[in-house]
């Protein structure tokens, strides 16, 4: 069964400071990867997709970093700002399945404190 | 930029209701799809619809149904509320998707319903 693992659940910490948030993924065969951020309320917001082929990909503050062989991303946020509080979710596709069978991680949800 | 609206932020309706959320996108999108959010489980897929009038069945069809007749607008429609039904119900649209494509899901705002 496709499945999507984050780690950790949830995460606080200080305004200005980095964090990695990890995803694992046993779908397969693997076609993209996405992280999306979720303001409390609200739909979901694409921060990256990243195909097969990709390892790193950067979107301002956030890089996403993919390792297919172990099936693990991350997604590090640099110089953390009080916005950045929101949940972290990280969508995995399999080829094949077009854009509409996704697997969904449970999200992290990460608080930014002052 | 592309928009995804939903008819309600907030709904309350009462149990046996029939209940109608509308979302509506103005890209042109062939993909259509609605979620439920619930803490602890996630996004998890009820339907979505690849072409107008066309439909599949997502992870928790039951209880639900759907309605696509213009290209821009998915309706997911709940027959006969209950309270199990209380959740976030956002809807998101895409290009049409081939083998592995990565095409990106927007998002709408979200539609909290509860139902009493």
């Known amino acids: 069964k496709n499945q999507v693992e984050q780690s950790p659940q949830s995460l606080i910490i200080l305004e200005g400071k980095n964090c990695t948030l990890q995803?694992?993924?046993?779908?397969?065969?693997?076609?993209?990867l996405r992280w999306y951020k979720q303001d409390t309320g609200r739909g979901p917001v694409s921060l990256t997709i990243?195909?097969?082929?990709?390892n790193t990909k950067s979107n301002g503050r956030y890089t996403a970093t993919l390792d297919a062989d172990t099936k693990q991303s991350s997604l590090h946020i640099t110089a953390s700002q009080l916005s950045d509080s929101a949940s972290y979710i990280c969508?995995?596709?399999?080829?094949?399945?077009?854009?509409?069978?996704?697997?969904f991680g449970k999200g992290t949800k990460l608080s930014v404190i002052p | 930029d592309v928009k995804v609206t939903q008819s309600s932020r907030y709904l309350v309706k009462r149990t046996g209701e029939k209940v109608f959320l509308e979302c509506v996108q103005d890209?042109?999108?062939?993909?259509m799809f609605w979620y439920r959010q619930d803490p602890g489980l996630g996004l998890r897929l009820i339907y979505f619809?690849?072409?107008?009038?066309?439909?599949e069945k997502g992870d928790i069809p039951e209880g639900y149904s759907v309605s696509r007749e213009k290209k821009e607008r998915f309706s997911l429609i709940l027959e006969s509320a209950s309270t199990n039904q209380t959740s976030m119900y956002l809807c998101?649209?895409?290009?049409?998707?081939?083998?592995?494509?990565?095409?990106?899901?927007?998002f709408g705002p979200g539609t909290r319903l509860t139902v009493t």
């Open positions: 990243m195909t097969f082929s990709e």
């Open positions: 969508v995995v596709s399999a080829t094949g399945a077009g854009s509409y069978q996704l697997t």
């Open positions: 890209m042109d999108h062939e993909n």
């Open positions: 998101a649209s895409s290009l049409y998707g081939g083998s592995g494509s990565p095409y990106e899901q927007y």
């Open positions: 619809s690849y072409d107008v009038k066309m439909k």
């Open positions: 995803c694992n993924y046993t779908v397969s065969p693997f076609s993209n």
